[in-house]
């Protein structure tokens, strides 16, 4: 499974657009891009997933250019539930199970 | 519809205790997860269940770790004997179907063990 890496973390304020990029230069054929979000004391939640191009949901967009190297989480005007952290994974749809990284700490300030 | 249980959501033994952690996947989900964070590290997968059967336990750290399935519904996580790494969060999954059309894992709450 391929290696992702994202910003330790990121500091925003309630109504701005937030972008988190993450990178996976040895993504394979096979993998997906998966986002999900998790709030203290509580388990990880699905947010997004995508192959390529662009995917919208009512909670985000997720952005992924040709080559598949990296990609873009982008949560419109974030409010301050939104303060969480932000896991971007590689998911090969063979495998099923999740490789979680460090993540992207979101702090989302009034 | 009711998420993904965890029981307890917190549990605290002596090093050489045993623990069972026990998982109540979404109804007619047939995958089930276990995953764990270890202070200050990763959550890391542990093991995957399709419906009664281990499909990898790779992630399983030894064999003081036994995870079962019986009948295909709830799953539990036995710890015998707890040593003081295993302290952290456990966390269950659990999936309607492999495959990427099913793909969303839905996570419990965690159980918090901690070894003293």
């Known amino acids: 499974l391929a290696k992702t890496t994202q910003p330790i973390s990121m500091d925003s304020y309630e109504g701005q657009e937030v972008n988190i990029t993450c990178s996976h230069n040895n993504i394979a054929t096979n993998d997906y891009i998966t986002w999900y979000q998790q709030f203290p004391s509580q388990g990880p939640r699905f947010i997004i997933q995508g192959y390529k191009t662009k995917v919208t949901n009512e909670v985000a967009s997720l952005f992924i250019p040709a080559d598949r190297k990296s990609s873009t989480l982008s949560l419109p005007r974030v409010s301050l539930s939104d303060t969480a952290v932000y896991y971007c994974l590689a998911w090969m749809d063979s495998s099923y199970k999740l490789i979680f990284g460090s993540g992207t700490r979101l702090l989302v300030r009034p | 519809e009711a998420g993904v249980t965890q029981f307890p959501s917190h549990s605290v033994i002596e090093k050489g205790q045993t623990v069972t952690l026990r998982c109540d996947p979404i109804?007619?989900?047939?995958?089930l997860y276990w995953y764990r964070r270890v202070m200050g590290k990763e959550i890391k997968f542990l093991l995957h269940f399709v419906k009664e059967s281990k499909q990898d336990e790779s992630g399983m750290p030894n064999n003081r770790f036994l995870a079962e399935r019986t009948g295909g519904t709830y799953s539990t996580l036995k710890v015998q004997p707890a040593e003081l790494e295993d302290s952290g969060v456990y966390f269950c999954?659990?999936?309607?179907?492999?495959?990427?059309?099913?793909?969303?894992?839905?996570f419990g709450p965690g159980t918090r063990l901690t070894v003293t």
């Open positions: 999954a659990s999936s309607q179907g492999q495959g990427a059309r099913n793909y969303e894992q839905y």
């Open positions: 109804s007619g989900h047939d995958n």
